[in-house]
């Protein structure tokens, strides 16, 4: 169905991008009374990862309406004294069970958030660089050099809705079909949708293939299996 004037949203490309790691810090330590400190360069924090987490609560994608970019934080660079630095906040995306992701580049499918998949990590950060810590030797027992940290990594993806119709109604509005459902269904139980038969034909043509030529203005109710 795509975007239409409500607040219902079931097809949305964001950019996602991963946290790079920290790199490492290379530093020797120097105290008055302690002589041949040696190397004390913490390693860099691990970047943050992005996670697509299924929301029982929602069921639209309109929260990806306006915003189309997310990043998780980077990882803190290491410091003196073996300090490792802070790891990079992850970001989690939440989105209503039954969403698929996918490449937006290749259109594959990367997973399917139905069934029993919950959470799904889209993008690992990077790891956070070696101190000099790490890479002092018999023969080099002061070594200068630290291990960067790992980049980010990125993706575009497409989020789609998957809308289950298991029956439909079809009628001109204000006709009673709202008080149809509420008198056989706890409210509770269902998502109603209504949509203007403009942006609907492929929907109602399954149901019936003359309504769309016969019947202008009419609306049609979905009962929707989330």
């Known amino acids: 169905m795509g975007d239409t ?3 219902f949203v079931d097809y949305v490309k964001i950019y996602c991008r991963s946290g790079k790691g920290g790199k490492g810090c290379s530093h020797l330590h120097r105290a008055k009374y302690i002589p041949k400190g040696g190397p004390d360069g913490g390693d860099g924090g691990r970047g943050g990862d992005v996670i697509i987490k299924v929301d029982t609560g929602l069921n639209t994608l309109v929260d990806y309406k306006h915003r189309r970019k997310f990043s998780a934080t980077d990882g803190a660079e290491g410091g003196k004294r073996n300090c490792r630095g802070k790891d990079g906040e ?19 499918v ?9 959470e799904y990590k889209i993008l690992t950060g990077g790891r956070g660089g070696c101190g000099n810590q790490h890479y002092a030797t018999s023969t080099m027992q002061a ?5 960067p940290g790992q980049p980010a990594k990125e993706i575009e993806v497409i989020f789609e809705l ?11 509005p204000s006709v009673g079909k709202s008080t149809f459902l509420s008198n056989i269904f706890p409210p509770d139980d269902i ?5 203007p038969i403009f942006s609907a034909i492929s929907i109602i043509s399954s149901l019936s293939k003359h309504a769309t030529g016969l019947i202008t203005g009419i609306f049609v109710t979905l009962f ?3």
């Open 162 to 172: 998957k809308i289950i119709a298991d029956v439909g109604l079809i009628g001109f």
């Open 143 to 147: 070594p200068k050099y630290a291990q």
């Open 90 to 108: 992850d970001i989690v995306l939440k989105v209503p069970r039954g969403t698929v992701i996918r490449d937006a580049e290749s259109n594959k």
């Open 224 to 226: 929707i299996h989330c």
């Open 5 to 7: 004037n409500t607040n």
């Open 191 to 195: 998502f109603v949708l209504y949509v």
């Open 110 to 118: 990367i997973i399917d958030m139905s069934g029993n998949m919950s």
